[in-house]
Nanobody, 125 residues
């Protein structure tokens, strides 16, 4: 299984980035996709998830701020994370990950057997 992220970079606060994650077709059961991030010196944390039908979930902080949108193009096997009005606190390595649909605990890192290599997002003030 392979996941390849792209789209990270350095932007100023208030800017936008769209992260992409190209995934190969996974064998076996259906998979849900998720975005995670890990800031320097902090634990990896979930950002958002999307299932095969397009239903999405976000962590409370992400959902309340309304700046991030997860989406996917199944025809292209590509996952996206649109990030708007970026803040310095968004600086982190961003990872896409895949988990079997039978594992509903999307906020649990252990639910994801497949991870990409990450793409760095740096937001300057």
């Amino acid at each position: 299984a392979q996941l390849v992220e792209s789209g990270g970079g350095s932007v100023q606060a208030g800017g936008s980035l769209r992260l992409s994650c190209v995934r190969q077709v996974f064998p076996g059961s259906d998979y849900c996709m998720g975005w995670w991030r890990e800031a320097e010196g902090k634990e990896r944390e979930p950002v958002a998830t999307i299932d095969s039908k397009g239903a999405t979930s976000y962590t409370d902080s992400v959902r309340l701020e309304g700046r991030f949108t997860i989406s996917q193009d199944n025809a292209k096997n590509t996952l996206y994370l649109q990030m708007n009005n970026l803040k310095p606190d968004d600086t982190a390595m961003y990872y896409c990950a895949a988990r079997p649909v039978i594992t509903p605990a999307w906020w649990n890192e252990q639910s994801y057997p497949y991870w990409g290599q990450g793409t760095q997002v740096t937001v300057s003030s």
